[in-house]
């Protein structure tokens, strides 16, 4: 099995000879560390008051775990506070549309050298499945400079292959041309869009595609099979947010989880009630610090995402260390009545494994006597069999059946034929509806 190429990236960047142990990487991180708080401290306003308190420099990693978090509402509230450098030194500004409290957009700042290295991480995490000589059409948003599809095709070429520059998929048989025609290797997207090309009844005669790239918080297991099911090919995730740079880990060919571009993150996963860090096997809140950005660098970042880190070797031979794949976001959760908690992803992996369904939308009613979800699919084949379907899968949710069996519940569900592409936008299910925005990915960034 071939070693995740973000090891020997890794090394070279912390200036490991040989190979890469975890004793030198832990060396560099500190020191990294150290160095971003010194820089904080000295430019942001927000980090001087906030680690008013904190001892100068750590004299280990661990000694991280007693400085304070940093929230979204904390970068929504005032975000040139975080900023470390002058405003002729920020090349590219994102603008993140939040449904938060505080009323503002979230704004991250990025210097050039802050982009390139998400363009270095991109070309190393990339290489894992491109080859030179490989077309790989990116259903990213690509037009501004700078945007996420424009800094994995500056990638992409750099190790010899080309990016093409699609943006989000707006009509499947269009992309699906373009996938013949090109001849591409690979493809990059958002799952629910990719399983729209995927499931389409109509394929092109001359698809090749080699492998294809998922990207977001949460990738659905049903979503991985049904793409490399159709295709018969590899699919991967990888798992970034803009805070995070765009970039933040990629699977190997083990495709346990996620590896991490660790010279310039430092992750853990902590406890969500208590903050405490959590031993790898431990399912927590993904919490990060950047270690290399200069413009707008974050301490201890709490993502809401929820994962765990796999404990012991991977089977890729890496010493980095290997996230579990994000399960769910921590506010994508819908309470039912008898205390059972429904995560977003529950939905998606019982409905997406149903053949033709391409995307659902849901809402929750909250009632003194009786709740109701409805979830409404968008399918590809006979309406009414899709329909109860996807009845019956939901009904195999425990914490569902259970809901519905003791009268707490009412669910309604339809199907429509599909027409329409699945939004490009990350899926919520914060207000008791599914409903697509931003929720500190990198899209809606790009998007605007
Ligand atoms: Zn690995």
């Known amino acids: 099995m071939d070693l995740t190429p973000l090891e020997p990236w890794i090394a070279r960047k912390i200036g490991a000879t040989g190979a890469l142990t975890r004793a030198a990487l832990t060396a560099y991180q500190l020191a990294a560390l150290n160095e971003t708080l010194a820089w904080v401290r000295a430019r942001s306003p927000f980090y001087r008051e906030r680690l008013a308190d904190a001892p100068p420099t750590l004299a280990a990693l661990e000694d991280l775990a007693a400085l304070p978090f940093t929230t979204a509402d904390d970068i929504q509230a005032e975000p040139l506070r975080f900023v470390c450098v002058s405003q002729s030194e920020i090349s590219r500004v994102v603008t993140l549309d939040t ?32 080859r030179t000589g490989d077309r790989v059409l990116i259903l990213l948003p690509c037009a501004r400079p700078g945007s996420v599809g424009d800094l994995l095709a500056q990638a992409l ?6 990016g093409l520059r699609h943006g989000p998929v707006r009509d499947v048989t269009a992309t699906l041309d373009v996938l013949a025609r090109t001849g591409a290797a690979g493809l990059v997207g958002m799952p629910t869009q990719v399983l729209a090309l995927a499931r389409y009844p109509a394929q092109p005669e001359g698809l090749a595609l080699r ?18 099911g159709a295709w018969g090919c590899v699919a991967y995730h990888h798992y970034g947010m803009t805070e995070m740079g765009l970039g933040g880990g990629v699977d190997c060919v083990a495709r346990r989880g996620y590896h991490l571009r660790e010279a310039d993150l430092l992750v853990e996963v902590v406890d969500p009630a208590t ?18 950005r200069r413009g707008m660098p974050l301490i201890r970042y709490r993502t809401g995402d929820v994962s765990h880190f796999i ?10 260390k290997t996230l579990a794949h994000i399960t769910h976001r921590r506010d994508n959760v819908l309470d039912l009545r008898d205390g059972d908690a429904l995560p977003l992803c529950a939905l998606d992996e019982a409905l997406f494994a149903l053949e033709g369904v391409i995307d ?48 707490a519940l009412r669910l309604v569900t339809a199907a429509t034929s599909a027409t329409h592409v699945p939004s490009p936008l990350k899926r919520t299910f914060n207000d008791g509806r599914v409903t697509c925005g931003e929720v500190g990915g990198i899209f809606p960034s790009q998007m605007t």
């Open 360 to 407: 659902f939308s849901a809402s929750f009613e909250r009632r003194p006597s009786q709740d109701t979800l409805r979830v409404c699919l968008a399918v590809h084949g006979d309406e009414s069999v899709m329909r109860s379907r996807a009845r019956r899968a939901l009904l195999d949710l425990p914490a569902l059946a259970e809901a519905v069996a003791g009268g």
């Open 311 to 320: 404990p012991g070797p991977c089977p890729c031979g890496a010493a980095l």
């Open 157 to 162: 070429e750099r190790l010899g292959a080309e």
């Open 99 to 130: 449904s938060g409290t505080t009323g503002h957009s979230k704004r991250l700042y990025f210097t050039a050298d802050d982009q390139a290295l998400t363009v270095d991480f991109f070309r190393a995490g990339m290489s894992t499945f491109t």
């Open 275 to 292: 903050g405490v860090p959590l031993p790898a096997g431990q399912s927590g809140e993904v919490v990060f610090t950047t270690l290399t």
């Open 211 to 228: 492998f294809a790239l998922l990207t977001t918080d949460f990738v659905p297991r049903a979503i991985i099979a049904a793409v490399e």
